[in-house]
């Protein structure tokens, strides 16, 4: 019994010492991490003329008139309408991701037809196309159909599954969804469409959400697309904003693009907190296991 207490009780003081290491290191690391959203935040309060000439992260005054003139906008454009236009463009290419891949993803996991494989494979290939490679055969197409200056450019293209990386994300999440739960719909008279909607279309909901995360963060920060497709300010997002603030003015007004920064920045912030409850629960439920 002696020997068992003096081999054990060096372990069990070695235990609460490694975790408060670990708990220090996961501190210091967030820290980091968290620093630049720190930094712009109190940015947006500095004056102008301490941006550049002061190193501190505090301001030596709150100056609240950056947050009034980003509110008044860029070329008559209120932050209200350029909010909506970003809304409408990123919750335009969720929803079309969303219906889109789910639909193609269930016929490349579930289905059986002549050329899936060669197909799914083609439709991967696609992921390592570059972007720009496609984007002027894109502008022709869009400036032929009258869409260009237009958010359709943005938006329609999400509802033809044109992103590849979210087909292979949710057939890789339904090919782990047990086969006997669409042969019990079919003995019941289900149909293809029917046991997509009703069967796997719910259990797919972490994919969807992880889904809806991600074109939604990217669609908001996708600043080069749009400055392609939109010209009349009208039309301007946030992201156009921002660049659009500081060439409108005759001086570097910083403190008010900075501010303008925190309001392009919330939405995104509010996005992922609203959903990340469903992501954690999707990543260690990891689907249905039969």
Same mark, same amino acid.
């Given at each position: 019994?002696?020997?068992?207490?003096?081999?054990?009780?060096? =372990?069990?003081?070695?235990?609460?010492?490694?975790?408060?290491?670990? %708990?220090?290191?996961?501190?210091?690391?967030?820290?980091?991490? $968290?620093?630049?959203?720190?930094?712009?935040?109190?940015?947006?309060?500095?004056?102008?003329?301490?941006? &550049?000439?002061?190193?501190?992260?505090?301001?030596? %005054?709150?100056?609240?008139?950056?947050?009034?003139?980003?509110?008044?906008?860029?070329?008559?454009?209120?932050?209200?309408?350029?909010?909506?236009?970003?809304?409408?463009?990123?919750?335009?290419?969720?929803?079309?991701? /969303?219906?889109?891949?789910?639909?193609?993803?269930?016929?490349?996991?579930?289905?059986?037809?002549?050329?899936?494989?060669?197909?799914?494979?083609?439709?991967?290939?696609?992921?390592?196309?570059? %972007? %720009? =490679? &496609?984007?002027?055969?894109?502008?022709? &197409?869009?400036?032929?159909?009258? @869409? +260009?200056?237009?958010?359709?450019?943005?938006?329609?293209?999400?509802?033809?599954?044109?992103?590849?990386?979210?087909?292979? $994300?949710?057939?890789?999440?339904?090919?782990?969804?047990?086969?006997?739960?669409?042969?019990?719909?079919?003995?019941?008279?289900?149909?293809?469409?029917?046991?997509?909607?009703?069967?796997?279309?719910?259990?797919?909901?972490?994919?969807?959400?992880?889904?809806?995360?991600?074109?939604?963060?990217?669609?908001?920060?996708?600043?080069?697309?749009?400055? &392609?497709?939109?010209?009349?300010?009208?039309?301007?997002? $946030?992201?156009? =904003?921002?660049?659009?603030? /500081?060439?409108?003015?005759?001086?570097?007004?910083?403190?008010?693009?900075?501010?303008?920064?925190?309001?392009?920045? $919330?939405?995104? +912030?509010?996005?992922?907190? =609203?959903?990340?409850?469903?992501?954690?629960?999707? @990543?260690?439920?990891?689907?249905?296991?039969?």
């Amino acid at each position: 019994m002696t020997t068992a207490r003096i081999t054990t009780a060096p =372990a069990a003081r070695r235990r609460p010492t490694g975790r408060i290491v670990l %708990h220090i290191c996961l501190i210091a690391v967030l820290l980091v991490m $968290l620093y630049p959203l720190a930094w712009l935040l109190a940015t947006s309060f500095k004056p102008a003329d301490e941006v &550049i000439a002061s190193l501190k992260l505090l301001p030596s %005054h709150f100056e609240w008139g950056n947050y009034s003139t980003a509110l008044d906008g860029v070329n008559e454009v209120s932050v209200g309408r350029l909010l909506w236009n970003s809304l409408l463009i990123a919750c335009g290419a969720v929803l079309g991701n /969303v219906i889109s891949c789910s639909l193609a993803a269930y016929a490349f996991a579930r289905l059986r037809f002549r050329m899936r494989g060669p197909l799914f494979a083609f439709m991967i290939a696609t992921i390592m196309l570059p %972007h %720009h =490679a &496609i984007l002027i055969p894109q502008y022709i &197409i869009f400036n032929q159909l009258g @869409m +260009v200056n237009t958010y359709w450019p943005m938006i329609l293209p999400k509802f033809l599954a044109t992103d590849a990386f979210f087909v292979f $994300l949710i057939v890789q999440f339904m090919r782990g969804l047990p086969r006997e739960l669409e042969e019990a719909a079919r003995i019941d008279g289900c149909g293809p469409f029917r046991s997509f909607f009703s069967v796997i279309l719910p259990l797919t909901r972490p994919a969807l959400i992880t889904t809806a995360i991600f074109t939604f963060i990217w669609t908001w920060n996708d600043f080069f697309t749009q400055l &392609i497709y939109l010209f009349e300010p009208e039309k301007f997002t $946030l992201t156009l =904003a921002l660049r659009s603030f /500081v060439d409108a003015s005759s001086q570097s007004a910083f403190g008010p693009m900075f501010a303008m920064s925190v309001f392009a920045l $919330l939405p995104i +912030v509010l996005f992922f907190l =609203a959903f990340q409850r469903f992501l954690v629960e999707g @990543m260690a439920s990891s689907g249905l296991k039969g």
